[in-house]
Protein backbone atom coordinates (compact mmCIF):
# COMPACT_ATOMS: atom_id res chain seq x y z
CA UNK A 1 0.00 0.00 0.00
CA UNK A 2 1.58 3.68 -0.88
CA UNK A 3 -0.99 6.71 -0.26
CA UNK A 4 0.55 10.45 0.01
CA UNK A 5 -1.16 13.65 1.05
CA UNK A 6 -0.19 17.56 2.19
CA UNK A 7 0.92 17.15 5.91
CA UNK A 8 -1.96 19.49 7.34
CA UNK A 9 -4.15 16.39 5.94
CA UNK A 10 -2.34 14.22 7.92
CA UNK A 11 -1.72 15.94 10.91
CA UNK A 12 -5.48 16.98 11.42
CA UNK A 13 -6.75 13.30 10.98
CA UNK A 14 -4.59 11.67 13.01
CA UNK A 15 -5.05 14.86 15.66
CA UNK A 16 -8.77 13.61 15.61
CA UNK A 17 -8.65 10.25 16.29
CA UNK A 18 -6.02 10.52 19.61
CA UNK A 19 -8.36 10.33 22.12
CA UNK A 20 -10.34 7.05 21.05
CA UNK A 21 -6.46 5.15 21.18
CA UNK A 22 -5.47 3.27 24.02
CA UNK A 23 -2.83 5.55 25.55
CA UNK A 24 -1.32 2.79 28.22
CA UNK A 25 -0.29 -0.20 26.21
CA UNK A 26 1.93 0.58 23.17
CA UNK A 27 1.62 -3.52 22.37
CA UNK A 28 -2.36 -2.98 21.85
CA UNK A 29 -3.47 -3.00 18.58
CA UNK A 30 -5.88 -0.73 19.73
CA UNK A 31 -3.07 2.42 20.23
CA UNK A 32 -2.79 1.68 16.66
CA UNK A 33 -4.91 3.85 13.69
CA UNK A 34 -5.93 1.81 10.86
CA UNK A 35 -5.75 3.10 7.56
CA UNK A 36 -7.78 1.43 4.71
CA UNK A 37 -8.57 2.81 0.74
CA UNK A 38 -11.67 2.25 -0.80
CA UNK A 39 -12.23 3.25 -4.70
CA UNK A 40 -10.64 7.21 -4.38
CA UNK A 41 -11.47 7.46 -0.87
CA UNK A 42 -9.18 6.50 2.73
CA UNK A 43 -10.38 5.21 5.74
CA UNK A 44 -9.27 6.38 8.90
CA UNK A 45 -9.80 4.67 12.21
CA UNK A 46 -8.97 4.77 15.84
CA UNK A 47 -10.97 3.10 18.66
CA UNK A 48 -10.18 1.60 22.24
CA UNK A 49 -13.33 -0.12 21.85
CA UNK A 50 -15.21 1.35 24.30
CA UNK A 51 -15.24 4.57 21.94
CA UNK A 52 -14.21 4.87 18.12
CA UNK A 53 -13.81 7.46 15.51
CA UNK A 54 -13.80 6.53 11.64
CA UNK A 55 -12.97 9.52 8.84
CA UNK A 56 -13.54 8.93 5.00
CA UNK A 57 -11.56 11.27 2.89
CA UNK A 58 -10.60 11.94 -0.94
CA UNK A 59 -7.60 13.89 0.55
CA UNK A 60 -5.22 11.34 -0.29
CA UNK A 61 -3.63 10.35 -3.80
CA UNK A 62 -3.28 6.61 -3.67
CA UNK A 63 -0.79 5.12 -5.29
CA UNK A 64 -1.33 1.32 -4.51
CA UNK A 65 -4.75 0.26 -2.67
CA UNK A 66 -4.29 -1.94 0.74
CA UNK A 67 -4.34 -1.25 4.52
CA UNK A 68 -1.58 -1.33 7.35
CA UNK A 69 -2.19 -0.19 10.64
CA UNK A 70 0.45 2.40 12.89
CA UNK A 71 0.85 3.23 16.52
CA UNK A 72 -1.10 6.58 16.40
CA UNK A 73 0.31 8.45 18.64
CA UNK A 74 3.91 7.90 17.57
CA UNK A 75 2.45 8.66 13.69
CA UNK A 76 1.04 12.05 14.65
CA UNK A 77 4.48 12.94 16.12
CA UNK A 78 6.65 12.42 13.33
CA UNK A 79 4.21 14.04 10.81
CA UNK A 80 4.59 17.01 13.34
CA UNK A 81 8.19 17.62 12.51
CA UNK A 82 7.88 17.17 9.33
CA UNK A 83 7.70 19.98 7.05
CA UNK A 84 4.59 21.57 5.10
CA UNK A 85 4.65 19.45 2.57
CA UNK A 86 3.31 15.88 0.91
CA UNK A 87 3.81 13.19 3.15
CA UNK A 88 4.29 9.74 2.14
CA UNK A 89 2.74 6.73 3.56
CA UNK A 90 4.02 3.26 2.37
CA UNK A 91 3.95 -0.55 3.59
CA UNK A 92 7.26 -2.01 2.97
CA UNK A 93 8.57 -5.70 3.85
CA UNK A 94 6.37 -5.44 7.09
CA UNK A 95 6.87 -1.49 8.49
CA UNK A 96 5.64 1.56 7.25
CA UNK A 97 7.65 4.01 5.75
CA UNK A 98 7.25 7.97 6.53
CA UNK A 99 8.51 9.81 3.64
CA UNK A 100 8.93 13.43 2.69
CA UNK A 101 12.21 14.60 0.21
CA UNK A 102 15.49 13.44 2.22
CA UNK A 103 13.26 12.15 5.72
CA UNK A 104 12.39 8.84 6.08
CA UNK A 105 11.19 6.98 9.38
CA UNK A 106 10.19 3.36 10.02
CA UNK A 107 7.21 2.10 11.75
CA UNK A 108 6.04 -1.45 13.11
CA UNK A 109 2.78 -2.76 12.04
CA UNK A 110 0.33 -5.17 13.22
CA UNK A 111 -1.90 -7.20 10.42
CA UNK A 112 -4.75 -5.09 9.50
CA UNK A 113 -7.13 -7.76 9.92
CA UNK A 114 -6.41 -8.50 13.59
CA UNK A 115 -8.01 -4.41 13.85
CA UNK A 116 -11.58 -4.34 16.39
CA UNK A 117 -14.20 -4.02 13.54
CA UNK A 118 -16.81 -0.97 14.01
CA UNK A 119 -20.44 -1.74 14.96
CA UNK A 120 -22.97 -1.44 12.00
CA UNK A 121 -26.01 0.82 11.75
CA UNK A 122 -28.09 -2.29 9.97
CA UNK A 123 -31.27 -3.06 11.77
CA UNK A 124 -30.21 -0.49 14.39
CA UNK A 125 -33.69 1.43 15.29
CA UNK A 126 -32.95 5.33 14.76
CA UNK A 127 -33.34 8.70 17.50
CA UNK A 128 -35.37 11.02 16.04
CA UNK A 129 -33.97 14.12 17.82
CA UNK A 130 -33.17 17.52 16.14
CA UNK A 131 -29.32 16.93 16.25
CA UNK A 132 -28.38 20.45 16.22
CA UNK A 133 -30.45 21.23 19.49
CA UNK A 134 -28.73 17.66 20.93
CA UNK A 135 -25.01 18.47 20.93
CA UNK A 136 -26.14 22.70 21.68
CA UNK A 137 -27.53 21.47 24.74
CA UNK A 138 -24.87 17.93 25.56
CA UNK A 139 -22.67 21.01 26.16
CA UNK A 140 -24.95 23.17 28.66
CA UNK A 141 -24.88 20.09 30.95
CA UNK A 142 -21.43 18.52 30.27
CA UNK A 143 -19.63 20.31 33.43
CA UNK A 144 -21.97 18.59 35.69
CA UNK A 145 -21.30 15.55 34.64
CA UNK A 146 -19.06 13.36 36.94
CA UNK A 147 -15.23 11.79 35.95
CA UNK A 148 -14.23 9.52 38.61
CA UNK A 149 -17.52 7.94 40.68
CA UNK A 150 -17.23 4.68 41.62
CA UNK A 151 -21.43 4.91 41.22
CA UNK A 152 -20.06 3.87 37.54
CA UNK A 153 -23.56 5.68 35.55
CA UNK A 154 -22.98 9.29 37.16
CA UNK A 155 -19.87 9.42 34.85
CA UNK A 156 -22.04 10.10 32.20
CA UNK A 157 -25.25 12.00 31.35
CA UNK A 158 -28.45 10.62 30.93
CA UNK A 159 -30.34 10.61 27.57
CA UNK A 160 -33.68 10.55 28.41
CA UNK A 161 -36.58 10.58 25.59
CA UNK A 162 -40.10 11.20 26.43
CA UNK A 163 -42.98 11.97 24.06
CA UNK A 164 -43.36 15.15 24.42
CA UNK A 165 -39.59 16.29 25.39
CA UNK A 166 -35.76 15.00 25.76
CA UNK A 167 -34.35 15.55 28.86
CA UNK A 168 -30.83 15.29 29.19
CA UNK A 169 -29.12 15.03 32.98
CA UNK A 170 -26.14 15.35 34.30
CA UNK A 171 -24.77 15.31 38.50
CA UNK A 172 -21.73 15.41 40.28
CA UNK A 173 -23.98 14.81 43.43
CA UNK A 174 -23.55 18.41 44.79
CA UNK A 175 -25.56 19.70 41.50
CA UNK A 176 -27.56 18.21 38.99
CA UNK A 177 -27.92 20.48 35.57
CA UNK A 178 -30.98 19.37 33.43
CA UNK A 179 -31.30 20.99 29.55
CA UNK A 180 -35.21 20.00 28.09
CA UNK A 181 -35.76 19.67 24.13
CA UNK A 182 -39.12 20.00 23.14
CA UNK A 183 -39.79 17.06 20.32
CA UNK A 184 -42.72 14.63 19.20
CA UNK A 185 -41.59 11.28 19.49
CA UNK A 186 -43.27 7.91 19.35
CA UNK A 187 -40.76 6.30 21.25
CA UNK A 188 -39.83 6.78 25.01
CA UNK A 189 -36.38 5.82 25.69
CA UNK A 190 -33.37 5.80 28.66
CA UNK A 191 -29.70 5.83 27.22
CA UNK A 192 -26.71 7.01 29.41
CA UNK A 193 -23.47 8.60 27.51
CA UNK A 194 -20.10 8.68 28.54
CA UNK A 195 -18.87 12.12 29.34
CA UNK A 196 -15.94 10.97 27.17
CA UNK A 197 -18.14 10.26 24.17
CA UNK A 198 -19.86 13.86 25.18
CA UNK A 199 -16.89 15.51 24.73
CA UNK A 200 -15.81 14.12 21.63
CA UNK A 201 -18.97 14.43 20.13
CA UNK A 202 -18.68 18.19 20.43
CA UNK A 203 -15.67 18.64 19.29
CA UNK A 204 -16.50 16.88 16.00
CA UNK A 205 -20.36 16.92 14.94
CA UNK A 206 -21.54 21.05 14.49
CA UNK A 207 -23.93 20.09 11.36
CA UNK A 208 -27.05 17.51 11.29
CA UNK A 209 -26.21 14.24 11.99
CA UNK A 210 -27.30 10.75 12.12
CA UNK A 211 -28.25 8.39 15.63
CA UNK A 212 -28.62 4.81 15.50
CA UNK A 213 -28.83 2.77 18.76
CA UNK A 214 -29.33 -0.64 20.26
CA UNK A 215 -29.31 -2.32 24.15
CA UNK A 216 -25.02 -1.46 24.70
CA UNK A 217 -24.22 1.25 21.81
CA UNK A 218 -24.71 4.60 20.25
CA UNK A 219 -23.95 5.64 16.94
CA UNK A 220 -23.92 8.66 15.33
CA UNK A 221 -22.73 9.39 11.66
CA UNK A 222 -22.53 12.12 8.65
CA UNK A 223 -20.85 12.22 5.73
CA UNK A 224 -17.25 11.97 6.85
CA UNK A 225 -17.69 10.67 10.38
CA UNK A 226 -18.85 7.26 11.73
CA UNK A 227 -18.50 7.73 15.58
CA UNK A 228 -19.49 5.58 18.28
CA UNK A 229 -19.73 4.64 21.89
CA UNK A 230 -20.24 1.85 24.43
CA UNK A 231 -23.55 2.90 26.57
CA UNK A 232 -23.21 2.81 30.45
CA UNK A 233 -25.13 -0.02 32.02
CA UNK A 234 -26.82 1.41 35.17
CA UNK A 235 -29.83 2.86 36.55
CA UNK A 236 -29.53 7.27 36.63
CA UNK A 237 -30.99 8.74 39.89
CA UNK A 238 -34.47 9.56 39.84
CA UNK A 239 -33.60 13.12 38.48
CA UNK A 240 -37.36 14.90 38.65
CA UNK A 241 -37.86 13.76 42.63
CA UNK A 242 -34.61 16.19 43.19
CA UNK A 243 -36.63 19.54 41.24
CA UNK A 244 -38.11 21.74 43.69
CA UNK A 245 -42.06 21.85 43.49
CA UNK A 246 -42.23 25.44 44.93
CA UNK A 247 -39.81 28.21 45.93
CA UNK A 248 -40.53 30.81 48.07
CA UNK A 249 -38.73 32.90 46.62
CA UNK A 250 -38.08 34.03 42.45
CA UNK A 251 -35.63 36.62 41.90
CA UNK A 252 -34.55 37.85 38.23
CA UNK A 253 -30.66 38.14 38.06
CA UNK A 254 -28.82 40.31 36.13
CA UNK A 255 -26.04 37.51 34.11
CA UNK A 256 -23.30 39.64 33.18
CA UNK A 257 -23.25 41.83 36.83
CA UNK A 258 -23.52 38.40 38.75
CA UNK A 259 -20.77 36.73 36.67
CA UNK A 260 -18.34 40.15 37.20
CA UNK A 261 -19.65 39.84 41.23
CA UNK A 262 -18.53 36.46 41.35
CA UNK A 263 -15.59 36.33 39.33
CA UNK A 264 -13.92 39.19 41.70
CA UNK A 265 -14.80 37.31 44.96
CA UNK A 266 -13.23 34.17 43.51
CA UNK A 267 -9.60 35.75 43.38
CA UNK A 268 -9.44 35.57 47.29
CA UNK A 269 -12.17 32.37 47.60
CA UNK A 270 -14.01 29.75 45.27
CA UNK A 271 -16.66 29.12 47.97
CA UNK A 272 -19.00 32.21 48.58
CA UNK A 273 -21.61 33.39 50.43
CA UNK A 274 -24.26 35.55 48.26
CA UNK A 275 -27.13 37.69 50.40
CA UNK A 276 -29.94 38.52 49.29
CA UNK A 277 -31.81 41.83 50.16
CA UNK A 278 -34.55 43.62 49.58
CA UNK A 279 -32.28 46.35 47.26
CA UNK A 280 -29.18 44.70 46.84
CA UNK A 281 -27.40 41.28 46.11
CA UNK A 282 -24.37 40.86 48.69
CA UNK A 283 -21.43 38.59 48.19
CA UNK A 284 -18.60 37.59 50.26
CA UNK A 285 -15.24 35.57 50.39
CA UNK A 286 -15.47 32.17 52.89
CA UNK A 287 -12.22 31.38 53.67
CA UNK A 288 -10.15 30.25 56.64
CA UNK A 289 -7.75 33.07 56.67
CA UNK A 290 -7.95 36.59 57.34
CA UNK A 291 -8.20 37.54 53.91
CA UNK A 292 -11.71 38.71 52.58
CA UNK A 293 -13.65 40.05 49.79
CA UNK A 294 -16.89 42.10 49.65
CA UNK A 295 -18.56 43.15 46.59
CA UNK A 296 -22.42 44.08 45.84
CA UNK A 297 -24.85 44.95 43.36
CA UNK A 298 -28.06 47.48 43.65
CA UNK A 299 -30.96 45.47 42.83
CA UNK A 300 -34.91 45.34 43.95
CA UNK A 301 -35.27 41.68 44.50
CA UNK A 302 -38.78 41.87 45.30
CA UNK A 303 -38.25 40.31 48.82
CA UNK A 304 -38.85 41.52 52.31
CA UNK A 305 -36.42 39.32 54.27
CA UNK A 306 -32.43 39.11 53.77
CA UNK A 307 -31.51 35.48 53.16
CA UNK A 308 -28.25 34.08 52.52
CA UNK A 309 -26.70 31.19 51.37
CA UNK A 310 -23.26 29.62 50.90
CA UNK A 311 -21.88 27.47 47.48
CA UNK A 312 -19.04 26.81 45.94
CA UNK A 313 -18.83 29.38 43.37
CA UNK A 314 -17.83 27.19 40.25
CA UNK A 315 -21.29 25.37 40.37
CA UNK A 316 -22.65 29.18 39.62
CA UNK A 317 -19.96 29.77 37.05
CA UNK A 318 -20.50 26.83 35.16
CA UNK A 319 -24.34 27.32 35.00
CA UNK A 320 -23.99 31.24 33.87
CA UNK A 321 -21.82 29.90 31.18
CA UNK A 322 -24.20 28.70 29.40
CA UNK A 323 -26.91 31.42 29.84
CA UNK A 324 -27.94 32.62 27.09
CA UNK A 325 -30.43 35.80 27.93
CA UNK A 326 -28.73 38.96 29.85
CA UNK A 327 -30.96 37.94 32.91
CA UNK A 328 -31.44 34.66 34.66
CA UNK A 329 -34.17 33.20 37.58
CA UNK A 330 -32.82 31.64 40.99
CA UNK A 331 -35.34 30.32 43.29
CA UNK A 332 -34.66 29.85 46.86
CA UNK A 333 -36.79 27.58 49.82
CA UNK A 334 -34.25 28.20 52.91
CA UNK A 335 -30.57 28.25 52.81
CA UNK A 336 -29.93 24.74 54.12
CA UNK A 337 -31.80 23.14 51.06
CA UNK A 338 -30.92 23.11 47.35
CA UNK A 339 -31.52 25.92 45.26
CA UNK A 340 -32.23 26.36 41.35
CA UNK A 341 -31.04 28.62 38.96
CA UNK A 342 -32.93 28.87 35.62
CA UNK A 343 -32.68 29.91 31.50
CA UNK A 344 -35.56 29.00 30.06
CA UNK A 345 -35.23 25.48 29.12
CA UNK A 346 -31.71 24.91 31.22
CA UNK A 347 -31.05 24.32 35.37
CA UNK A 348 -29.23 23.38 37.29
CA UNK A 349 -30.26 22.92 41.04
CA UNK A 350 -27.00 23.22 43.75
CA UNK A 351 -26.92 22.46 46.86
CA UNK A 352 -25.56 24.75 49.34
CA UNK A 353 -22.64 24.82 51.75
CA UNK A 354 -23.60 24.44 55.12
CA UNK A 355 -21.13 25.43 58.06
Known sequence: MKIRA?????????????????????????SHVYFETQ??????????????LQIVTDQFEIDHPGSFTANGRKLLDIVRILKDDEIVLELFDNSLLIKQR?????????????????????????ITLDSLSLIKNLKKITPAIDTNN???????ALINIKKER????????RRLAIATIPNDSLQELSL???????????????????????????????????????????????????????????????????????????????????????????????????????????????????????????YLLDFLAQVEHEKFLIGLNESTLPFLVRDENFITIIMPIIA
Open 6 to 30: HKQVIESILINLQPFLEKKDASQIT
Open 39 to 52: NDDCIVRGTDQEIG
Open 102 to 126: HSKFKLPVFDPQSYPSFPGIDEKPK
Open 150 to 156: PKYELNG
Open 166 to 173: TDLVGTDT
Open 192 to 314: ILPKKAILEIQKLFLDQIEIYYDETTLIITNQNYFFFTRLINGKFPDYERIIPQSLKYQIELPRKEMLEAIRMITTISHDIKITFLSDAVLFNSLSADNVEAKTEIELETGIDTRFEVSLNSR
